[in-house]
Antibody, heavy 129, light 111 residues
C-alpha cells in the first residue's frame, strides 16, 4: 500500500525557516517524481513545486510564488522528500501535501508530471508573529 | 483568482447525474490532454479521480467520467450517491512557467 506521511509543520514567525519531510512507503520511491501542493485555510489547491526522479535528472521546478525561497530535495536511500522553506511569509500559511507524481509529458528534453496519483495527509504550516 | 474556472457549487439528488465544468485557455486545458480531477472530502487529502482528461485510476468507480471540448473540461458523476458529496478540483498542465494550474474548486451537494 502506497503511503506518504508529511511531518515538520507548525507555527513559525515571518522571515524564519521550516523544513517539511515526506516519508514514503509501499513503492520504489526513487522511480517517481514528487511534488508539494498547498492549500490555504478555506481555499483551493496550489502547486508549489516538484522534483524529478534521478532517471529524469533529479531536477526541480517551482511556482513563481515560492521560487528562490523554497527548495525541494530528496533522499532516495531513505525514501524521503523534503521541502525547505525560507523567508516565510504570512501568505505561506497552508496545509502542505506531498504527492507522488505521474510523469506524462516530455518536451524539449525535460519531462513533467501531469497528475498526482497519491497524496499524504498534509501538515499545517502557520506563519504568524 | 484561480487560473482555471469552475462553478462554486453544484447539487443533485441521489441517482441523478451532474457535470462540473473547468474552463481554461489554449495554454492549458485547450492545448494539452493533461487535465486531472481530484475529490476532497472535508478535512481529508485530495484523491485522484480522473487523469489525462478521461482516464480513471484503478479503484475509481466508473460512475466518474471526464471529457474535454476546446478550452473546457468536464467531470460527470452519474448515479449520484451521498458519499460523492465533496469538493472537486480540476488541474491542468500549462505551458506557462507555473507548469500546473488548479481550478478554484466546486462544492458538490447531494440533496
Amino acid at each position: 500500500e502506497v503511503q506518504l506521511v508529511e511531518s515538520g509543520g507548525g507555527l513559525v514567525q515571518p522571515g524564519r525557516s521550516l523544513r517539511l519531510s515526506c516519508t514514503a512507503s509501499g513503492f520504489t520511491f526513487g522511480d517517481y517524481a514528487m511534488s508539494w501542493v498547498r492549500q490555504a485555510p478555506g481555499k483551493g489547491l496550489e502547486w508549489v513545486g516538484f522534483i524529478r526522479s534521478k532517471a529524469y535528472g533529479g531536477t526541480t521546478e517551482y511556482a513563481a510564488s515560492v521560487k528562490g525561497r523554497f527548495t525541494i530535495s530528496r533522499d532516495d536511500s531513505k525514501s524521503i522528500a523534503y521541502l525547505q522553506m525560507n523567508s516565510l511569509k504570512t501568505e505561506d500559511t497552508a496545509v502542505y501535501y506531498c504527492t507522488r507524481d505521474y510523469i506524462g509529458y516530455c518536451s524539449g528534453g525535460s519531462c513533467y508530471p501531469t497528475s498526482h496519483d497519491y497524496w499524504g495527509q498534509g501538515t499545517l504550516v502557520t506563519v504568524s508573529s | 483568482q484561480s487560473a482555471l474556472t469552475q462553478p462554486a457549487s453544484v447539487s443533485g439528488s441521489p441517482g441523478q447525474s451532474i457535470t462540473i465544468s473547468c474552463t481554461g485557455t489554449s495554454s492549458d486545458v485547450g492545448g494539452y490532454n493533461y487535465v486531472s480531477w481530484y475529490q476532497q472530502h472535508p478535512g481529508k487529502a485530495p484523491k485522484l479521480m480522473i487523469y489525462e482528461v478521461s482516464n480513471r485510476p484503478s479503484g475509481v468507480s466508473n460512475r466518474f467520467s471526464g471529457s474535454k471540448s476546446g478550452n473546457t473540461a468536464s467531470l460527470t458523476i452519474s448515479g449520484l450517491q451521498a458519499e460523492d458529496e465533496a469538493d472537486y478540483y480540476c488541474s491542468s498542465y500549462t505551458s506557462s512557467s507555473t507548469l500546473e494550474v488548479f481550478g478554484g474548486g466546486t462544492k458538490l451537494t447531494v440533496l
